[in-house]
């Protein structure tokens, strides 16, 4: 509720009520006649009241987000309506209501429950926009044709079964989005539209364009993802100004001979069709303003020839194909590449050349068959994301760590031997590694993120032994806890951990826990490590679990640790780091250790 006040402000001309709880619509409102702006989104008002006609002088009403059902006939009155938004309601029908506004330029009716855009709303006569997605529409009144000012017409996720041939006489039309309904053809009147620039027809039943459509002189973004189409006819060569073309998702196997003709396209999209390496126009050679090609789920065996002359490119996606190789004299010709997608092709070897793409950014060649990264990757000083996932690389390059600009590495679900990059040190804020028998879900490395997963459905008895990373902590601030917990790879720090049964040789755990102060007064850190139920089952016998704490000179904090089920071999001395079995250890000092095996070089434990 609102105080009854309000309505006395006579010289608001711009109210907002929104993010409340209004069930409902304040009736004080109506009384404001200086109101130019209302904004009632994001509360749950069901119903307006009639008094709403009162408000002659709004200009901007948004209702956006509420409970609304129906709209009163006398909201027709606001014949000073410019613009008005109701998406995201329970409207059913909005034409009675809408009668009148003259003036309106912009009809927000989004995701409601409206079944038709009826002829009472084609009465609209100064409208710019309509945004009627995600509705039920089944149905465009004739009437559409008066619709004289119409330049943007969004009708995405409805069920429209066709489009009147009305449509093809409002030649105001810029912008179309019947992007998701159920259009089999399209009238032949749509070539009518000479000053359309955007057409969505995706994810429909398409399996033809209509005669004329080359008459779209000025269409520039063409999207017909996922329809029914076998063949792109020649009269989309006649659009010449386009600039994007998305026909991925059909079963087209051949384009126009004359497609070469689109010399302005800078994005073609032919992912997922029936495309064959050696069934390309020669005129492709003529699409040298190309800068993103997507040829991916295809039948192609090599890589087509024409893009060699595709100079700027900068997005190059052709996974899931069956090229094995890259020649070098085609990828070297693409000096402005950044992003390069060769996932799911069944290569056994990384391809040397990718090495000399000095502008990649982002390098995909996840779900191959590689076993090793070249150590002339770290030539690439611009990459920022290397993904290989997937596939049987077995070590990481040390050349890795002079990747300066390398910040996000993806090498989950290989069979990784060993990590020998010093993540610690490395400026790396994401890395996801798995490492078969290495469980650790998350850790943090100066402050960075790195994930090391399980992939032991790629488990092999012998592999993964020597598996050592060491990590630390320092701060310059008093660290009151610093705790470590090892229980089943429930890692809080930074720890790395192996679990029951695991055949794995010489785990190093190394907890840095060094304060420095700028104070003379002790620092007292408490450091809690507690390793249980891991390592049993070592081949050979023998073999230690290696854990240690280092602290500094003027640490007096308390080291607790329980060390369940292990076999474990720590070392100390009065010089040395703090171990967990140390003498003299610190005051205060607790370990519980149970089914154990323990040795120590001090005298006490």
């Given at each position: 509720n609102i105080p009854t006040v309000i309505g006395s402000l006579n010289n608001v001309l711009n109210l907002s009520l929104v993010g409340?709880?209004?069930?409902?619509?304040?009736?004080?409102?109506?009384?404001?006649?200086?109101?130019?702006?209302?904004?009632?989104?994001?509360?749950?008002?069901?119903?307006?009241?009639?008094?709403?006609?009162?408000?002659?002088?709004?200009?901007?009403?948004?209702?956006?987000?509420?409970?609304?059902?129906?709209?009163?006939?006398?909201?027709?009155?606001?014949n000073q309506l410019v613009e008005l938004q109701f998406?995201?309601?329970?409207?059913?029908?909005?034409?009675?209501?809408?009668?009148?506004?003259?003036?309106?330029?912009?009809?927000?009716?989004?995701?409601?429950?409206?079944?038709?855009?009826?002829?009472?709303?084609?009465?609209?006569?100064?409208?710019?926009?309509?945004?009627?997605?995600?509705?039920?529409?089944?149905?465009?009144?004739?009437?559409?044709?008066?619709?004289?000012?119409?330049?943007?017409?969004?009708?995405?996720?409805?069920?429209?079964?066709?489009?009147?041939?009305?449509?093809?006489?409002?030649?105001?039309?810029?912008?179309?989005?019947?992007?998701?309904?159920?259009?089999?053809?399209?009238?032949d009147s749509i070539g009518q539209l000479i000053l359309l620039e955007k057409f969505n027809v995706s994810n429909n039943f398409l399996i033809d364009l209509p005669l004329g459509f080359g008459q779209l002189t000025s269409l520039k973004a063409l999207d017909m993802c996922a329809n029914r189409f076998e063949i792109l006819p020649d009269e989309i060569c006649n659009c010449i100004e386009l600039t994007s073309l998305n026909i991925a998702h059909n079963s087209i196997s051949n384009l126009p001979k004359n497609i070469g003709t689109l010399s302005k396209l800078q994005k073609l999209y032919l992912s997922y069709n029936r495309f064959k390496s050696t069934q390309w126009p020669e005129s492709m050679n003529r699409l040298s303003q190309l800068n993103e090609l997507l040829l991916a789920g295809n039948e192609l065996t090599q890589l087509p020839n024409f893009v060699a002359n595709l100079h700027n490119l900068k997005l190059l996606c052709i996974s899931h194909n069956l090229i094995a190789n890259l020649p070098n004299n085609l990828i070297t010709s693409l000096p402005k590449i950044e992003i390069l997608a060769y996932s799911l092709n069944s290569i056994t070897e990384f391809p040397p050349v990718i090495c000399q793409l000095f502008s990649l950014k982002e390098l995909d060649i996840t779900h191959n068959r590689i076993s090793s990264i070249p150590s002339t990757i770290s030539q690439l000083t611009a990459l920022v994301d290397l993904d290989a996932s997937g596939n049987l690389i077995t070590q990481i390059p040390p050349e890795l760590k002079q990747m300066r600009s390398l910040e996000r590495l993806?090498?989950?679900?290989?069979?990784?031997?060993q990590l020998i990059v010093n993540l610690s040190s490395q400026k790396l804020p994401n890395v996801w590694v798995s490492c078969e028998h290495s469980l650790v879900n998350s850790r943090k490395i100066n402050s960075k993120n790195t994930n090391l997963s399980d992939s032991r459905r790629h488990t092999e008895p012998d592999v993964h032994r020597a598996l050592k990373i060491e990590t630390s902590k320092n701060t310059k601030k008093i660290s009151k806890n610093t705790n470590n917990n090892i229980n089943n790879n429930e890692i809080n720090d930074s720890i790395v951990t192996t679990t029951n049964g695991i055949n794995v040789n010489n785990i190093n755990i190394?907890?840095?826990?060094?304060?420095?102060?700028?104070?003379?007064?002790?620092?007292?850190?408490?450091?809690?490590?507690?390793?249980?139920?891991?390592?049993?089952?070592?081949?050979?016998?023998?073999?230690?679990?290696?854990?240690?704490?280092?602290?500094?000179?003027?640490?007096?904090?308390?080291l607790n640790a329980t060390i369940n089920n292990n076999l474990i071999t720590t070392s100390s001395s009065p010089s040395s780091p703090l171990s967990l079995s140390p003498s003299p250890s610190p005051s205060g000092s607790t370990i519980s250790t149970t089914s154990t095996s323990t040795s120590t070089s001090s005298s006490s434990t």
């Open positions: 409340n709880k209004f069930v409902r619509f304040p009736i004080e409102l109506c009384s404001m006649r200086s109101l130019t702006k209302l904004d009632i989104r994001c509360n749950y008002v069901e119903e307006l009241p009639h008094e709403i006609a009162n408000l002659t002088n709004l200009n901007t009403f948004l209702a956006t987000f509420n409970r609304i059902h129906t709209i009163p006939s006398t909201l027709g009155a606001l998406a995201n309601n329970s409207l059913s029908s909005v034409s009675k209501g809408l009668c009148g506004l003259t003036r309106l330029k912009t009809l927000l009716i989004h995701m409601n429950l409206i079944d038709a855009i009826a002829g009472d709303i084609c009465t609209l006569t100064n409208v710019v926009e309509i945004d009627a997605s995600y509705n039920r529409i089944s149905l465009i009144a004739p009437q559409v044709a008066n619709m004289i000012s119409l330049q943007k017409l969004l009708l995405a996720m409805n069920c429209l079964p066709n489009l009147p041939h009305q449509i093809g006489f409002v030649t105001t039309l810029r912008e179309i989005d019947l992007f998701s309904n159920q259009l089999s053809s399209l009238p993806k090498i989950a679900h290989n069979r990784l031997n190394i907890v840095n826990t060094n304060t420095n102060a700028n104070t003379n007064a002790n620092t007292n850190t408490n450091t809690n490590v507690n390793v249980n139920n891991n390592i049993t089952s070592v081949s050979p016998i023998g073999t230690p679990l290696n854990i240690s704490t280092t602290s500094s000179p003027t640490n007096t904090g308390i």
